[in-house]
Nanobody
Framework: QVQLVESGGGSVQAGDSLRLSCAVS????????MGWFREAPGKEREFVAAISYSGGSTDYATSVKGRFTISREYAKNTVYLQMNSLKPDDTGVYYCAATRFGIATIKDQNDYWGQGTQVTVSS
């Protein structure tokens, strides 16, 4: 059983930065591709960023490309999402997800989810 715990959310101003963390327990991080998704009020959960199990490949939603960076630290079994130049449209609950054999960019192919962390960006 894999457990994911997100942290690092908060309330910031437009233009600020935040770094989200996702601590993975129960399995070795290197066997899972990881993704970040977000859910704004009244909207469906959407893909934000993903990283392959090896860390050699990353993918981003068009809306965050160039501003967000996903990375993983195997020694700490942790995945990060560095978010720069935040905008009010980035507001939502951010979820970490993991998949062993699926495609991390596709919501329904992720096997494990964290409980989410709230990010609020005000203008």
């Amino acid at each position: 059983q894999v457990q994911l715990v997100e942290s690092g959310g908060g309330s910031v101003q437009a233009g600020d930065s935040l770094r989200l963390s996702c601590a993975v327990s129960g399995r070795t991080l290197s066997t899972y591709s990881m993704g970040w998704f977000r859910e704004a009020p009244g909207k469906e959960r959407e893909f934000v960023a993903a990283i392959s199990y090896s860390g050699g490949s990353t993918d981003y939603a068009t809306s965050v490309k160039g501003r967000f960076t996903i990375s993983r630290e195997y020694a700490k079994n942790t995945v990060y999402l560095q978010m720069n130049s935040l905008k009010p449209d980035d507001t939502g609950v951010y979820y970490c997800a993991a998949t062993r054999f699926g495609i991390a960019t596709i919501k329904d192919q992720n096997d494990y989810w964290g409980q989410g962390t709230q990010v609020t960006v005000s203008s």
